[in-house]
């Protein structure tokens, strides 16, 4: 399969532009006469530039192009940089067509061990995110952040793409877990079938009031979605429904860090920016660019093995008077991050056993008090 086919070339006056050969644009590929080889490449840029999913937009086409242009102008990081930009995805003759271009994309990225970095367009095509991982026979683990839930029965498909990933048939999705959302935005009753179903869930207030503890959540995703509709208007003014609470521009360039240096996480999309609203140093493209910069950087700062058993951990058994009746803790001797075990019974794709997922310090500190760690509770009742 080649996949040329789906794409445009990055936009001309992008890549005729004079770049110092410290930029981030001196150490790509890039599509602009010649589709870029992909051999050896591990990240790849797809713009997006799908509008249908909403009610109105003005300018989300523009978004890719805008943003790229920011982010040539940076300067390079550490990494080795085997990045490509394979250019702008063609929309589909209807919405649906263009999720499924997405999946296709993704699926045969991921197949070659390129991670895809999705930017521009509407939040509904995280749907052609999450759907390239169908074929991949395990159970994945979704990611959002974002100012609402997107749970919503009515509406444009902006309005309730995650419900229909989370209903989605055959249903491959191990957990959902959302960050930064503003309960003045949200149904409480949303709320309550989040937690039925045992998915994590942080409001604004308790990301920023424990936002150490929201590294385990996003280093146990395998996608993240991110709408920059949670980023507080004074940072990113450019999105369709700009909000003056949200994270910050640092906090959410640190959430893409967190992402990037997850070694389990394959795929990142950034979506929602809408030039059109944006002022006029284009502050918000300045924002998402150096987002996927910062993610960008983790992905080459990445440490871990996940191999628990080789010497690179370090094993904690902590002794417990209830069942079970002790816990077991995992420490990497090179990122410092802790896991702990989860034993589980068959079920789908698992055998019976145990699985290791991530947690905090203060997980084992609650262990260490003779207390189950509410973490592992939610892990195990998944599992089950």
């Known amino acids: 399969m080649s996949i040329q086919s789906f794409f445009e070339p990055v936009a001309e006056f992008l890549w005729q532009k004079k770049y110092p050969d410290n930029s981030f644009f ?14 050896g490449i591990q990240i790849a840029l797809v713009g997006l530039k799908e509008t249908r999913g909403v009610k109105q937009s003005k300018s989300a086409e523009r978004g890719a192009s805008e943003i790229r242009e920011k982010l040539y102008s940076l ?7 085997r990045v490509a930009d394979l250019g702008d995805l063609i929309p589909g003759e209807n919405l649906q067509e263009t999720y499924e271009r997405i999946q296709k994309v993704g699926d ?4 070659k061990q390129i991670l895809p970095i999705y930017l521009g367009g509407t939040h509904d095509l995280d749907i052609g995110q999450y759907l390239s991982y169908e074929k991949m026979k395990k159970l ?10 997107d749970m919503e029965e009515d509406g444009p498909m902006a309005d309730k793409h ?15 877990s959302h960050l930064a959302y503003q309960s003045y935005l949200v149904d409480p009753t949303l709320i309550n079938v989040i937690e039925k179903l045992y998915f994590d ?24 979605s991110f709408d920059l509709s949670a980023v507080q208007s004074s940072d990113a003014p450019g999105v369709l429904e700009a909000n003056p609470f949200g994270l910050t521009a640092e906090e959410a360039c640190q959430i893409c860090w967190f992402a990037g240096m997850n070694e389990k996480l394959s795929s990142f999309g950034l979506y929602g920016y809408e030039p059109y609203y944006d002022d006029a140093q284009n502050k918000t493209a300045m924002v998402a660019a150096v987002m996927i910069w910062y993610f960008i950087e983790g992905f080459y700062s990445r440490k871990d093995s996940l191999s628990f058993k080789s010497s690179d951990y370090i094993k904690y058994t902590v002794s417990l ?32 056993g145990s699985s290791t997922v991530p947690c905090s310090y203060s997980d084992y500190q609650t262990a260490q008090k003779g207390e189950i760690p509410e973490r592992w509770i939610n892990a195990q009742i998944k599992l089950l």
């Open 321 to 352: 008077d209830t069942k079970p009746n002790t816990l077991v803790f995992y420490k990497s001797k090179r990122s410092g991050k802790w896991w702990m075990e989860i034993p589980h019974g068959d079920k789908d794709h698992f055998e019976r």
């Open 201 to 224: 869930h942080m409001r604004l207030g308790m990301v920023r009031k424990e936002f150490k503890e929201i590294e385990p959540i996003i280093r146990n995703a395998d996608l993240l």
């Open 140 to 149: 994945v683990s979704l990611l959002t952040v974002d100012a609402k839930l």
């Open 75 to 81: 300067k390079r990081g550490i990494g080795p940089y």
């Open 162 to 176: 995650t419900q229909e990933i989370i209903l989605h048939q055959p249903n491959f999705l191990f957990t959902y």
């Open 108 to 111: 045969f990225l991921m197949k």
């Open 26 to 39: 001196k150490q790509i590929h890039w599509y602009g006469e010649e589709f870029p080889d992909l051999k």
